[in-house]
Structures are given as structure tokens and as C-alpha cells.
Nanobody, 123 residues
Framework: QVQLVESGGGLVQAGGSLRLSCAAS????????MGWFRQAPGKEREFVSA????????YYTDSVKGRFTISRDNAKNTAYLQMNSLKPEDTAVYYC????????????????WGQGTQVTVSL
């Protein structure tokens, strides 16, 4: 089992930026695909982005394309989500996830979840 710990959430004004980090406690981090989901109040958890173990395959949901960038540093066992041009509708709890492939992350076939970090975007 992979333990995932998110950080970097907070309160930001619309148009601002945040970078989320997801630290994984596993020695084989570079064999896992990683991803990010979010859940807004009263809504279902939704896919945001995924990255393959090598970083060579990346997916984004349409609403964040051009604004969010997923990346990973396998030497640090950490995945990142750089969020720019934030909008109030990006407000949610953001969850880190791991899976066998980026494709599995994208369809929600997640192996492990983090505890979540709150992102709040104000007008």
C-alpha cells in the first residue's frame, strides 16, 4: 500500500496560483502512475489530471487544460499539481491518487488515495 500525503492547499484569490504536492511513502514510486482528483461541496469526486510513471503520458480534464500542470519528481517520490489562473469553480478538496497506469487513474481505478487538501478560490 502506498501512503500519500498532500500539501500546498489554501485560500487564494481568483487569478492566483497554488502548487499542490503529493509525497508518497513507497520505495517503488517510479512504478506508479499518479493523479489528482477533486471534490467540491455537494458534488461527486472528479478526475483532474494524471501522469504516467515516466511522465511521458499526461491527461487533464477539459476544464483545467491550459491552466493546470501535473509533474513528478521520482527522485523525491513526489507528484505536483501547478494550478494557475484559478477560478472560484476550482474550489474543492483535492486528492492525490496512485494507480498502475495513467489510464487507470483517469477512469478512477485508483489503488491508493491521499487524505485531501482544501483549495479555496475567492472572487
Amino acid at each position: 500500500q502506498v501512503q500519500l500525503v498532500e500539501s500546498g492547499g489554501g485560500l487564494v484569490q481568483a487569478g492566483g496560483s497554488l502548487r499542490l504536492s503529493c509525497a508518497a511513502s513507497v520505495g517503488t514510486f517510479d512504478t506508479y502512475a499518479m493523479g489528482w482528483f477533486r471534490q467540491a461541496p455537494g458534488k461527486e469526486r472528479e478526475f483532474v489530471s494524471a501522469i504516467s510513471w515516466s511522465g511521458g503520458l499526461i491527461y487533464y480534464t477539459d476544464s483545467v487544460k491550459g491552466r493546470f500542470t501535473i509533474s513528478r519528481d521520482n527522485a523525491k517520490n513526489t507528484a505536483y499539481l501547478q494550478m494557475n489562473s484559478l477560478k472560484p469553480e476550482d474550489t474543492a478538496v483535492y486528492y492525490c491518487a496512485s494507480a498502475r497506469s495513467a489510464g487507470e487513474v483517469r477512469v478512477g481505478a485508483v489503488k491508493d488515495w491521499g487524505q485531501g487538501t482544501q483549495v479555496t478560490v475567492s472572487l
